[in-house]
Every structure is written in structure tokens, then in C-alpha cells.
């Protein structure tokens, strides 16, 4: 056959590292796709700048024009971030009738409906399993290999920097700043690390994983989102006194005919295989009326993991699978699920407080928590100085941590309303979901 001419539009370091599974595995990736795979162009800033690639001369270009407006392109890989700019060249893209591989998650959570459209409109297909979870497969796994499920719940570790972060928190007994240094000195947070830390990356990734399992269109202000910038080493220590390990989660799952969603630091049983993933890998449990349980785990960026993604879409290009596929991917329905309202979700809830240790502020609290029908389910207070014998200093704060039967986290806000007037407590004070067991 003859060989698929492809153009990638951002050499960065994603673009690179499929440029060298591109070169270097030349023969092996023929064989697979059934046919040679070339890459005509490819679009860089900085034409002196080493790649650690050797690509034919003539390949890199400055112009992005010269990849659109290619004829012999059939395929773009498009790896430039950024929303904006990405979403008008994808567009060009296929309105020229090329087909697209893609990372972008952010692009694809902002603009899929406009962008899948596109696509069928001009008889083309988009593929984005490099978008969610790096190396892991798990975008064939939802869309094609248990197509056979109804997907009844999706959580996931899906930032490997947030997971990163907490391991090395806890491991070493270190604080959210220092270890923050360390992400970043090491390379598995930006200098801006403000969408892995406060769960923007994860909800991105979230969103698309279920619109692909439920047909369902969801933005990012349609559930709670919180990331790990404010928990404290103090939590992480409690969580395990009390059997359980803490995972930035991001949660799908169907209840009663709704969608509950939200990514949010949760409490996982220490048992569990989520609560194992360590380090900056990502995992994904999926559960499916037929399969049952079933988890995915590997790393979830990376120049050479994603970059496998992205080779692999480009296979199934190659081979006619995507064009197969994707006219079938009707992820926009009518009958989509609704998002359960945030007030609506019900879980059980770590509760942390900072209290004066003197007599009635446990029955105050508890009281309050009553009146919201929260029901208690454990405490962990542990012993504080003894006061002076005078009087004088004043009463020691101490941490108060409860556990709470399931109940809805509308009750909870509002609960914390009327927690906030008791004079006796202080800042912060700490929430956080416990996952099912």
C-alpha cells in the first residue's frame, strides 16, 4: 500500500519523542499498520533547536500553512496546547478533509462537540487516546473493548503530579510546599502547576472518559472540582490512622439514572488497588455490568508514554480502524444522563476540625451535625496538654476529626454554616469525600 504522509504540527517534547518512535521503529510500526508511515512535515518554532531526533531535510518548517495545505497530508498530529490557537488549526485541519491525532484534552473538553461535528462533516476522524492517561489505553478500553458494558462507574487517579505530590507527602513526612519544589525541580509540575494541583487536569480528562461512556455533554461547571493545594500533611496521617490512604479521585458513576461526578482529594480504604498507586503513575477502575471490576494502571505523561498514545492512533488510522469507529461515536445524546446536582451527592465524609479543648464544644458540634441529620460514625480526638493549674493561657486548639455516615453534601454546607458561628472553632476546617467501600 502506499504510505500514509503524515504532518505533525508541534515538535515539543510529546512531538519529539513520536518523531523517534516514528524513525527508530520504522520497519516494526510498517508491519503493524500495513503499510509505511511518513512524516512529511513537521512544524517547530526554533529550526536549530535538537530534538534528539535526525529527521530527512525539508521535514521541520515554521509554517503551520505548509502542513494544512499539503495534499499528500492525510493525517495531522496535532501536540500544541493551549485551547485557542489549537482549536483553529484542528479546525483547518479537517475542513481539509485531513484526519487528526491529538493530546489536547483541554481543547477537546472545551470544544469536542464543534470539533467531532467537524469531523463528520468533512468525512474525517479525530483520535485522542493520548488525552486521558497518558500510556494507559484506557480511551480504546471505554470506547471499544467493553462495548459489549454498560459502564456503571469510572474512578480514577488521572494527574500523576497530584499523586506525586501526596505519595512523597506522606512517605517522607514532608509539607504540600517542599514536595511541590521537588514535582517541579524533577519535572512533573510545570512552573505553573495550578491545573494539576486544583483538579482542573483530572476534570478535563473526566469529562471525556463520560462523554464517551454515557453519551453525555458535561462542562467543568457542572461538578464540584477541588484540588490538593489546600490539604495538609495532618490529614494524610489521620486518613491512615483511620485505614485509609488519600488520592486526588476523579469519580463517574450512575446513580439512579443521574451521573454523579466530582474530582475531589478522597479517602480510599488502604486495601483497595487505588489506594496503591503511588508516585506519578495514574490508574483507572472501571465498572461494567457484565465484566464487573476491572483497572488499568501506567504512567500518565511523559514524553514516551504519551507518545505511545499517540503512535498507536496513528496505527489505527493507518489501518482504516479510527475511520471505522469513529462515525459510529455518536457521544451526544438526547438521552444523556443529567449531572446529579452538587447539593445532591451522597458519601460518607472526612471531617476535620481545629477546636478549643474546653467543655461542650464536642456536644456543640455534634448537636449542629444532628440537626443536619449527619450521623457520626467515628472520632478521633487525641489527648491535649493538660491546662494550667490557674487558669491562665487560655484553652489549647486541638484537631477534632470525624467520620460521618453516608449523607448528602447539601446538609454538610449548611451544616458548616452554623459550625462557622461556634466561637470555639478555628481555621481550617477540612472536608473530604470517603469513597465507597
Same mark, same amino acid.
Given at each position: ?20 518512535? =516514528? ?106 487516546? !493520548? ?15 467493553? &462495548?459489549?458494558?454498560? =459502564? ?21 513526612? !514532608?509539607?504540600?510546599?517542599?514536595? @511541590? ?24 480528562? =473526566?469529562? =471525556? ?29 489521620? &486518613? ?46 472501571? @465498572? ?18 504519551? !507518545? ?49 479543648? *474546653? ?46 455516615? *453516608? ?31
Amino acid at each position: 500500500m502506499s504510505p500514509l504522509e503524515i504532518g505533525i504540527i508541534g515538535m515539543g517534547n510529546v512531538g519529539s519523542g513520536v518523531a523517534k518512535i =516514528l524513525t527508530n521503529q520504522s520497519e516494526m510500526l510498517e508491519r503493524r499498520a500495513g503499510r509505511p508511515i511518513h512524516i512529511r512535515k513537521a512544524t517547530v518554532r526554533d529550526l536549530g533547536r535538537d530534538r534528539g531526533v535526525t529527521l530527512p531535510d525539508g521535514v521541520l518548517t515554521v509554517s503551520i500553512d505548509e502542513v494544512v495545505n499539503d495534499p499528500e497530508i492525510a493525517l495531522v498530529v496535532q501536540l500544541i496546547g493551549g485551547i485557542e490557537l489549537a482549536r483553529d488549526i484542528m479546525l483547518r485541519c479537517l475542513k481539509a478533509g485531513k484526519n487528526v491525532v491529538t493530546a489536547n484534552k483541554a481543547l477537546l473538553c472545551e470544544h469536542s462537540e464543534e470539533i467531532f461535528a467537524t469531523a463528520k462533516a468533512n468525512n474525517c476522524c479525530v483520535a485522542y487516546e !493520548a488525552a486521558v492517561a497518558g500510556g494507559i489505553p484506557i480511551i480504546d478500553v471505554v470506547g471499544e473493548s467493553l &462495548a459489549s458494558n454498560q =459502564l456503571l462507574s469510572i474512578e480514577a487517579i488521572l494527574n500523576g503530579t497530584s499523586n506525586f505530590i501526596l505519595t512523597e507527602m506522606f512517605n517522607r513526612d !514532608a509539607s504540600y510546599d517542599e514536595i @511541590l519544589q521537588e514535582a517541579q525541580q524533577l519535572g512533573y509540575a510545570e512552573a505553573d502547576p495550578t491545573f494539576d494541583i486544583d483538579g482542573t487536569d483530572a476534570a478535563q480528562k =473526566l469529562v =471525556l472518559l463520560t462523554q464517551l461512556a454515557w453519551g453525555t455533554t458535561v462542562s467543568l461547571d457542572d461538578f464540584p472540582r477541588q484540588g490538593i493545594d489546600t490539604l495538609e500533611l495532618a490529614d494524610l496521617k489521620y &486518613a491512615r490512622e483511620l485505614g485509609y490512604k488519600v488520592k486526588l479521585l476523579a469519580t463517574s458513576r450512575m446513580v439512579d439514572g443521574q451521573l454523579e461526578m466530582h474530582v475531589q482529594p478522597t479517602l480510599i480504604k488502604a486495601d483497595r488497588p487505588l489506594a496503591n498507586i503511588d508516585g506519578a503513575f495514574n490508574a483507572v477502575s472501571l @465498572l461494567g455490568d457484565a465484566v464487573g471490576r476491572t483497572w488499568y494502571c501506567g504512567p500518565g505523561a511523559g514524553q514516551m508514554p504519551t !507518545a505511545s498514545a499517540v503512535v498507536s492512533d496513528i496505527i489505527d488510522m493507518a489501518l482504516g480502524r479510527t475511520q471505522i469507529t469513529f462515525p459510529k461515536l455518536e457521544i451526544w445524546s438526547e438521552s444523556g444522563a443529567d449531572v446529579v446536582p452538587k447539593n445532591e451527592i451522597t458519601s460518607r465524609f472526612y471531617l476535620r476540625f481545629q477546636v478549643e479543648d *474546653r467543655p461542650h464544644v464536642f456536644a456543640d458540634i455534634a448537636d449542629i451535625l444532628g440537626q443536619h441529620e449527619i450521623s457520626l460514625a467515628s472520632i478521633i480526638q487525641h489527648e491535649a496538654p493538660e491546662l494550667d493549674a490557674t487558669g491562665e493561657g487560655g484553652y489549647p486548639v486541638v484537631p477534632l476529626v470525624v467520620m460521618t455516615h *453516608r449523607t448528602q453534601l447539601g446538609k454538610l454546607l449548611a451544616a458548616d454554616e452554623a459550625l462557622s458561628k461556634l466561637d470555639a472553632l478555628r481555621e481550617p476546617r477540612v472536608r473530604l469525600l470517603v469513597a465507597d467501600q
